[in-house]
Structures are given as C-alpha cells and as structure tokens.
C-alpha cells in the first residue's frame, strides 16, 4: 500500500488501509484516515489531519506553511472532515495564530486542478471548486458552495450556502446563501434556481426566495428595509437563513 519511494516520517499517523504513491512525502503530525488514497509525487505536512477517503492526485501541497509574511513558524493547522477529492496541483495552508490557527475543511468537497486555498479559511460541506480557483486567507465557504473556473476571492469574504459564482468571477465582498453571482467586479446575476430544485427546495421555499431575492435586489429598497419587508411576509426557515446571510456581512454584500 506504500509505495517503496514515498518518505513517511515515523511520527505520522496513517490508517493501516491508506495508500501512498511514488515519491510522495508525509511529514510528522499528519493523520490520514481509513481508506485514503495519496497518489504520487503530493507533499503532506503537519499538524494536518485528513478524514477517512481522501483523495489526493499528484502534484497536491497539503498542510504547507502558509504565504502571510507573518507566520513565524507556529504549530498551526490544517484539518479536513471524510470524502474530499483533491486534483493535480491543488494547495491548501494551514492557518495563523493571529486568526484561527486553523484551516477547516468539511466533508465531500471537491478542489479541482490548481485550486488554492490560503491560512485560515472555512469551507463546509458538498462545495465545488472549478480548476484554478483562488481563496486568499481567512474566506469562508458556506455547504454547496459553487466556484467556476478562475474565479478569486478576497480575503475575510463569506460566500453563502448553495450560492453559485461563475467562472473568472473576482469576489471582493460578501455573497448571500442562495444567488448567483458573475464578473469583475461580480454582481448578482440572481437567484441560484437550478441549485435549488436539484437539491429539493420545495416550490414554496424557491418562491419565497425569489420574492425576497427582488427585494434586495430589485425594488430600490435599502437592505434594511429589504430585510423588514421579507420578514414580515414569510416565515420561513430559508428564508430567515438567507436574511441572516446578509445582516452577517462585514465586507457589505454584493449588488
């Protein structure tokens, strides 16, 4: 299961089912669970702890020292739940004291070729990242989040659940759950429809969140008053969330 060329330091923690391909190198604290699979030539570094079936292709930097000129060398940490696949080229740091000292990543996401994702970043569940994708430090990514190919986003943004940014999009401020967003600089381009229905919205969610979407969006309100209209008419779960995705932001919300 190991390939005779890879370097695994003896203080790493590898299940005793994972396989490590040709010349790739495991560093001490790292911890990589059951039924995981490193191909060949990826460089895993400590403290990171991968969960059960990752999948790393070639090329991949896992767990390296980040880019912010003020990390100074501290234990920090890059920690990523089960079922992740990460493709060629792929770099994800670890974090920084000066935020988290941790960069989390959940479960069943994808990071396609040459994705990077800087210090101290959230991503949650079921996100998507197209090829070359670029998350500067301390970006969080809400569950199903959709990035297109080339698009950047700045740091301490929030990019909300099941929102949908198109390729080449530069994401300078925060985007709520539930919309699309596209260009440079992006802008809200509408509901994320298709998304929805695809993961079972009911109809009565998507219209309610449609009405609020033009609210904010559509009508000339001001997003207080935005927020009072659409609280006033729906008393929904998603609805309340979508809301919450916007009274969050601290970068002002894309228009």
């Known amino acids: 299961m190991i390939h005779p060329t890879a370097l695994i ?3 790493a ?3 005793d089912d994972v396989e490590v391909g040709p010349f790739s ?5 790292v911890t990589i669970g059951e039924g995981s699979i490193i191909g060949p030539h990826v460089v895993v570094k400590g403290p990171t702890v991968l969960g059960k079936r990752t999948r790393i292709f070639q090329f991949a930097s896992v767990g ?8 100074a060398g501290e234990p920090t940490r890059l920690v990523m739940g089960d079922d992740n696949v990460v493709r060629e080229g792929v770099t994800l740091h670890r974090g920084t004291v000066q935020d988290r000292s941790e960069t989390t990543i959940g479960s069943r996401n994808l990071f396609m070729a040459y994705v990077h ?16 994708v670029t998350l500067a430090g301390h970006v969080t990514l809400g569950d199903h989040a959709i990035l297109g190919g080339l698009s950047a986003v700045h740091q301490f943004c929030h990019f909300g659940e099941h929102a949908m940014a198109g390729g080449g999009s530069i994401i300078t401020k925060d985007t709520p759950a539930y919309i699309m967003i ?13 998304g929805l229905k695809r993961r079972g919205f009911s109809r009565e969610a998507i219209n309610a ?14 997003v207080e008053q935005a927020l009072e209209e659409m609280r ?8 309340a969330h979508f809301a919450a995705s916007i009274e969050r932001s601290t970068r002002g919300i894309i228009r």
């Open 9 to 11: 330091d003896p203080a």
């Open 13 to 15: 923690q590898l299940a």
């Open 25 to 29: 190198v495991i560093g001490p604290d």
């Open 64 to 71: 390296e020292d980040c880019q912010d000129k003020k990390y």
């Open 117 to 132: 994702v800087g210090h101290d970043c959230v991503i949650g569940n079921d996100c998507i990242l197209a090829n070359q």
């Open 182 to 194: 596209n260009g440079n600089p992006a802008e809200a381009r509408g509901l994320n429809l298709v």
């Open 209 to 222: 969140l449609s009405a609020s979407y033009k609210m904010v969006y559509r009508q000339g309100l001001t």
């Open 232 to 239: 006033t008419r729906f008393d929904l779960d998603e609805v």
